[in-house]
Each structure stands twice: as structure tokens, then as C-alpha cells.
């Protein structure tokens, strides 16, 4: 889950827990609203905790490459006649 989805979550969370004050059969409108708030702020947790884990693999390893300065490769394309 997303830090986008996370803050999607957290506000259905609070709109239903907080602004809405209908009362249903079988369930209670409200607790479904802190249950979303609570799940969209875990998620929003576990996305920052490993947020430079998702770039994708080789990414780090490259970026320290670029760092250090290693020199670039020059590519020579010749048109085969």
C-alpha cells in the first residue's frame, strides 16, 4: 500500500468516523471510520519505514556510482550500410 492510498484511507477514516452520524443496522458507521484511520496510518508508517526499499532493484548502486564519480561511458553508434 501507498503513501497516496494511506492518506485516502486516513481521510474516509476521519470522515466517517467523525462527520457522520447515521446509525445503521448490524453495524456501527463509526467504528468502520476508525478502523480505516487506524489501517491508513499503519500503512502510511510502513511506507516511510521502507521507502528507499521500493525504488526498484540496482537503484541504490547506481546512484553511489554517480557519487564516487565514476566516469561515464561514451556509446559510438555506427550505421551499418
Known amino acids: 500500500m501507498g503513501l497516496g492510498v494511506s492518506l485516502i484511507l486516513i481521510a474516509v477514516g476521519a ?24 489501517v491508513g496510518l499503519i500503512g502510511g508508517l510502513l511506507s516511510m519505514v521502507f521507502w528507499s526499499s521500493w525504488a526498484g532493484p540496482g537503484y541504490l548502486s547506481r546512484r553511489r556510482s554517480y557519487i564516487r564519480g565514476a566516469p561515464r561511458q561514451t556509446i559510438i553508434e555506427e550505421d551499418i550500410v
Open 15 to 38: 470522515i466517517l468516523a467523525f462527520a457522520v452520524h447515521h446509525h445503521a443496522n448490524g453495524f456501527d458507521i463509526n467504528t468502520v471510520g476508525y478502523i480505516l484511520l487506524i
